[in-house]
């Protein structure tokens, strides 16, 4: 499906006027069929393409938690539709008013609410899960507030890990523009400018340079080889994220207290959603299969799947969902259940520990960080030391034979 605008012609009693109206259909073939089955006569059909930023500008998560709320707010008085109807009428801004017309077309042409929103392409698939179960089962005003939270909740998740990464690559770049300015700018002015007529020193000081040339030269490489590696085995991970035997998966499951801390996330993340799925009457089955979409650390990824395996394979949900990489106690939780109610508190009882326990592992990955960097500065450090004592070492000789002269 595709957005076009047309320009065509509509004769009534012998007055010809020229009109103009949004389409949104497969092809120009489409449209054009359209306008003459209803006695019209196209002059100009062409699709509408948004520039690729505005396209990335609009679509947006703060529109869409903002336009969650007008829902929450415009439904009590109204229709689901029909309050979505009056937003996008009322929308002022023309880049939104562009991206609305898909779901502006859904909604006169008879479509159903979650048709219309899906045709907005803003909601992710769990949103969407929530809503059209909450359609389905006729309480659509009520999920949608577990859909807010839902996206709420995502936003927080990745502003968090854009802070740490932004603080990471921001500690990085600094030691490696202090090793690189010493390599391309200090240690070259060093030995253009030892003055000496002593071949004896001249000799030792052009030694001391190539070895603090050849430390410098090594912590770059050392940095950059880690800088790259590490962005090769994220990129392949990557890739291959929906590999459990792939060796990147592999090797982040037994990465030390690393593995522990994005299972701990990615586990706390996955029973918030699966909590708010089963409130929003998302079937256990269909449910698990979003979240298994939306997960990519192995250990986590690997339990959903065999999960829904046992389940289809008609074991009791209690006894599928009860295995690793759960611990005894929430295994013990998820055995005594008895309906969807108690299994949804039980997942925000296990995404609360397991946040716990990833706040804990987060400690311990900041510590080594930061035992890390000092030793890549403390080497850093006695370096430039070492290239300092060496030029005043030269500007000594220099004093002492400029005295003696």
Same mark, same amino acid.
């Given at each position: 499906?595709?957005?076009?605008?047309?320009?065509?012609?509509?004769?009534?009693?012998?007055?010809?006027?020229?009109?103009?109206?949004?389409?949104?259909?497969?092809?120009?073939?489409?449209?054009?069929?359209?306008?003459?089955?209803?006695?019209?006569?196209?002059?100009?059909?062409?699709?509408?393409?948004?520039?690729?930023?505005?396209?990335?500008?609009?679509?947006?998560?703060?529109?869409?938690?903002?336009?969650?709320?007008?829902?929450?707010?415009?439904?009590?008085?109204?229709?689901?539709?029909?309050?979505?109807?009056?937003?996008?009428?009322?929308?002022?801004?023309?880049?939104?008013?562009?991206?609305?017309?898909?779901?502006?077309?859904?909604?006169?042409?008879?479509?159903?609410?979650?048709?219309?929103?899906?045709?907005?392409?803003?909601?992710?698939?769990?949103?969407?899960?929530? %809503?059209?179960?909450?359609?389905?089962?006729?309480?659509?005003?009520? !999920?949608?507030?577990?859909? %807010?939270?839902?996206?709420?909740?995502?936003?927080?998740?990745?502003?968090?890990?854009?802070?740490?990464?932004?603080?990471?690559?921001?500690?990085?770049?600094?030691?490696?523009? !202090?090793?690189?300015?010493?390599?391309?700018?200090?240690?070259?002015?060093?030995?253009?400018?030892?003055?000496?007529?002593?071949?004896?020193?001249?000799?030792?000081?052009?030694?001391?340079?190539?070895?603090?040339?050849?430390?410098?030269?090594?912590?770059?490489?050392?940095?950059?080889?880690?800088?790259?590696?590490?962005?090769?085995? !994220?990129?392949?991970?990557?890739?291959?994220?929906?590999?459990?035997?792939?060796?990147?998966?592999?090797?982040?499951?037994?990465?030390?207290?690393?593995?522990?801390?994005?299972?701990?996330?990615?586990?706390?993340?996955?029973?918030?959603?699966?909590?708010?799925?089963?409130?929003?009457?998302?079937?256990?089955?269909?449910?698990?299969?979003? %979240?298994?979409?939306?997960?990519?650390?192995?250990?986590?990824?690997?339990?959903?799947?065999?999960?829904?395996?046992?389940?289809?394979?008609?074991?009791?949900?209690?006894?599928?969902?009860?295995?690793?990489?759960?611990?005894?106690?929430?295994?013990?939780?998820?055995?005594?259940?008895?309906?969807?109610?108690?299994?949804?508190?039980?997942?925000?009882?296990?995404?609360?520990?397991?946040?716990?326990?990833?706040?804990?592992?987060?400690?311990?990955?900041?510590?080594?960080?930061?035992?890390?960097?000092?030793?890549?500065?403390?080497? !850093?450090?006695?370096?430039?030391?070492?290239?300092?004592?060496?030029?005043?070492?030269?500007?000594?000789?220099?004093?002492?034979?400029?005295?003696?002269?």
């Amino acid at each position: 499906m595709k957005l076009f605008h047309a320009k065509y012609a509509q004769s009534n009693a012998g007055n010809v006027r020229v009109l103009e109206e949004d389409f949104y259909l497969p092809d120009v073939h489409a449209v054009r069929r359209q306008l003459r089955g209803k006695g019209f006569w196209p002059i100009s059909i062409r699709e509408q393409k948004p520039p690729l930023l505005e396209w990335f500008d609009v679509r947006s998560r703060a529109w869409q938690i903002q336009l969650l709320r007008a829902l929450r707010f415009q439904s009590v008085s109204a229709s689901a539709g029909t309050a979505l109807l009056n937003i996008i009428e009322n929308e002022q801004d023309p880049k939104r008013r562009l991206a609305f017309l898909p779901t502006r077309t859904v909604l006169k042409g008879g479509g159903s609410f979650s048709e219309a929103l899906r045709a907005l392409r803003l909601m992710d698939s769990a949103t969407m899960a929530i %809503i059209t179960a909450g359609e389905r089962a006729g309480d659509l005003k009520g !999920v949608i507030q577990h859909a %807010i939270e839902h996206t709420e909740e995502k936003g927080k998740g990745l502003k968090v890990i854009m802070t740490a990464l932004s603080w990471l690559a921001f500690d990085i770049s600094n030691v490696i523009s !202090v090793v690189w300015m010493a390599q391309v700018k200090g240690i070259p002015w060093l030995k253009d400018n030892i003055k000496t007529t002593d071949a004896e020193k001249l000799a030792h000081f052009n030694h001391a340079i190539t070895v603090a040339s050849w430390i410098n030269g090594g912590l770059l490489a050392l940095i950059m080889t880690i800088i790259f590696g590490a962005a090769a085995l !994220v990129g392949m991970y990557w890739m291959n994220r929906h590999r459990s035997d792939h060796f990147t998966a592999r090797l982040m499951m037994k990465a030390p207290i690393l593995s522990s801390y994005i299972r701990n996330v990615s586990l706390q993340d996955s029973c918030k959603l699966m909590r708010r799925l089963l409130m929003g009457k998302v079937p256990l089955a269909e449910a698990i299969v979003i %979240i298994v979409d939306g997960t990519h650390e192995p250990a986590t990824r690997l339990y959903w799947n065999e999960s829904r395996a046992r389940i289809m394979a008609g074991v009791d949900p209690a006894r599928a969902l009860a295995r690793w990489p759960l611990t005894k106690t929430e295994r013990d939780q998820i055995t005594t259940i008895q309906s969807v109610d108690q299994l949804s508190e039980v997942y925000m009882s296990i995404a609360e520990e397991r946040g716990t326990m990833a706040k804990a592992d987060q400690r311990r990955l900041t510590i080594m960080g930061i035992m890390m960097m000092m030793f890549i500065l403390g080497a !850093v450090v006695l370096n430039a030391i070492y290239l300092l004592s060496i030029q005043n070492e030269g500007l000594l000789d220099s004093i002492s034979s400029a005295g003696g002269g």
